[in-house]
């Protein structure tokens, strides 16, 4: 007789204290930011985690660079806000909690009718597809007011129905914990798709598409399976972002929301799952807290992003996945002074930067409020030469000493690398 030998894999307990620290995040997030800020900013960084972890799947799994997301997850802000006029008009019913649903299947039907066209093709085309694609329903949705509104938009009241458990989502609390069960069970599904044979398969499209044709594989339909799911979790943020603020515009299909998708995604960090969760969150911090700050808020944010291309091309998540393996290796502590030398000279720098900037601004925009102008709490005089030559030298002094500790710190850092390599083969040899 023959004794059956079963295995089971093992549990992974790194992943299950990070998921229910997630959990743990999204529940006691609103209990320690009480504003009314904090909790409009909570909200929208939901909203956006889900939006942002869905464009990832095209471009940080799938390799493809779209132009026009925002066409999904806009499309399904309308189709939910339609379904919310239904049902407040007593002609549907359709719970509110489920109308984050109903943009989603808005989202995944439009992306099978136009993924089968724009999946056809990959690179550069696809791009470009998309792109047309994305200003073709903008200019849409200036033609056609009987479904998008016209420049007014849709309005709506998510208040409708008979209370389920005595909750209305009147308050903001409410609809934030709405937002955190989606985001998280989402988050979860997004996930779990990466593990999936069709996550592996898309991944190996974006590597190497000629092996996969070549082994059996229809390219073709790996990225428009994974288009459709895309644009799924893309409508489900658009009709999330419908019960948020009950009133949807043109501007949820344009091309500056698809952009801040792919900018964000980007600096978040594309190659790693959590990346899209950072930049989601950044970009809820941008877009709210800094544009309040500044008008100059954008040009900021074009400063940053160049930093990043030329110096972190792996975002944010890049750089928080290369410290943790010095960490692992236990030559992290090698680098702390570059950093605090580092974290020095670019303070400087873009201390520099913000006085020269905010003195345009204020020349250009508050000129009639006189050439005075106050920056982190210091007078400064927009008219007087020593405030220009003083943010000058500052400017280019900081840029001279940021790049010598920088060429320090690549040399340091090339020196860890070497060291790491001998480890792993000192190890191996034992």
């Known amino acids: 007789m023959t004794d059956k030998m079963y295995t089971f894999r093992p549990v992974n307990v790194g992943r299950i204290v990070l998921w229910t620290l997630f959990a743990l995040?999204?529940?006691?997030?609103?209990?320690v930011f009480t504003s009314s800020l904090s909790m409009t900013m909570l909200t929208q960084m939901g909203i956006a985690i889900i939006a942002c972890l869905s464009y990832n799947m095209l471009l940080g799994q799938g390799g493809m660079l779209s132009f026009g997301h925002a066409v999904y997850s806009g499309l399904g802000s309308f189709a939910a806000i339609h379904v919310l006029n239904k049902v407040a008009d007593g002609a549907w019913s359709v719970p509110v909690s489920l109308l984050p649903l109903v943009g989603g299947l808005a989202g995944l039907l439009v992306a099978a009718l136009l993924g089968a066209l724009t999946t056809k093709k990959s690179g550069t085309i696809f791009a470009m597809i998309t792109l047309g694609i994305g200003e073709l329903v903008f200019s849409m949705s200036l033609m056609l007011p009987e479904f998008f509104g016209g420049e007014g938009g849709i309005a709506s009241n998510r208040v409708v129905g008979e209370p389920f458990l005595g909750i209305t989502f009147g308050p903001e609390t409410e609809v934030y914990y709405l937002i955190a069960v989606y985001t998280f069970v989402c988050t979860v599904l997004m996930f779990a798709f990466t593990h999936t044979p069709l996550g592996r398969m898309l991944n190996a499209v974006r590597d190497n598409p000629e092996r996969v044709e070549f082994?059996?594989?229809d390219t073709q339909r790996v990225r428009f399976f994974a288009f459709m799911i895309a644009?799924?979790?893309?409508?489900i943020a658009g009709g999330l972002y419908t019960i948020n603020f009950e009133i949807v515009t043109a501007e949820v299909v344009g091309a500056h929301r698809s952009g801040a998708y792919l900018l964000f995604t980007f600096l978040g960090g594309a190659l790693f799952f959590f990346g899209p969760i950072i930049g989601?969150?950044?970009m809820v911090l941008a877009t709210v807290l800094l544009?309040?700050?500044t008008k100059a808020w954008l040009l900021y944010l074009g400063i940053f992003f160049l930093v990043m291309?030329?110096?972190?091309?792996?975002?944010?998540?890049?750089?928080?996945?290369?410290?943790?393996?010095?960490a692992a290796y236990g030559m992290l502590r090698r680098l702390w002074t570059s950093y605090l030398a580092l974290a020095g000279t670019l303070l400087v720098v873009l201390t520099a930067v913000g006085v020269i900037v905010e003195m345009i601004y204020h020349i250009k925009?508050?000129?009639?409020?006189?050439?005075?102008?106050?920056?982190?709490?210091?007078t400064i005089n927009t008219q007087g030469a020593d405030a220009w030559v003083g943010a000058t030298f500052l400017l280019i002094t900081g840029v001279g000493l940021f790049e010598l500790v920088r060429r320090q710190f690549v040399h340091q850092w090339s020196q860890i690398q070497e060291d790491?390599?001998?480890?792993?083969?000192?190890?191996?040899?034992h």
């Open 25 to 31: 995040v999204l529940l006691v997030a609103p209990k």
């Open 215 to 217: 082994i059996g594989y």
């Open 231 to 235: 644009g799924f979790f893309a409508g």
């Open 280 to 282: 989601a969150v950044m």
């Open 291 to 293: 544009s309040e700050m």
């Open 309 to 326: 291309v030329m110096y972190a091309p792996g975002g944010v998540s890049g750089l928080i996945m290369m410290n943790l393996r010095l």
């Open 365 to 378: 925009l508050n000129e009639a409020m006189g050439p005075e102008m106050t920056f982190m709490g210091a």
């Open 420 to 429: 790491i390599e001998a480890e792993n083969l000192r190890r191996q040899m």
